[in-house]
Nanobody, 115 residues
């Protein structure tokens, strides 16, 4: 499975961005997809996950602000980010897991929120 992210950039605090991640390759084996992020000097952390069946999970720090969704026909997962804060600044990575518990990662896209 190959994952390609797009949609990162620079935005002011309070603004919005939408990240996209298109999957290709053995997409039939994908069980779930999602987003992680890594800020400078910090460990990578989960942001939001969504199963093929549409079940979502969010980390507490994004609940009410971010929305994850998936277009199964396009093999694409989205992350709508609203009310962005400077502490949301990080490299955001697309993630997928297949039915064999194998993980795949995108190359990452930078999100910078200015105060």
């Amino acid at each position: 499975v190959q994952l390609v992210e797009s949609g990162g950039g620079l935005v002011q605090a309070g603004g919005s961005l939408r990240l996209s991640c298109a999957a290709s390759g053995s997409v039939f084996s994908i069980n779930s997809m999602g987003w992680y992020r890594q800020a400078p000097g910090k460990e990578r952390e989960v942001v939001a996950l969504i199963s093929i069946g549409g079940i979502t999970n969010y980390s507490d720090f994004v609940k009410g602000r971010f929305t994850i969704s998936m277009d199964n026909a396009k093999n694409t997962v989205y992350l709508q980010m609203n009310s962005l804060k400077p502490e949301d600044t990080a490299v955001y990575y697309c993630y997928s897991e297949n039915y064999y518990s194998m993980d795949y990662w995108g190359q990452g896209t930078q999100v910078t929120v200015s105060s």
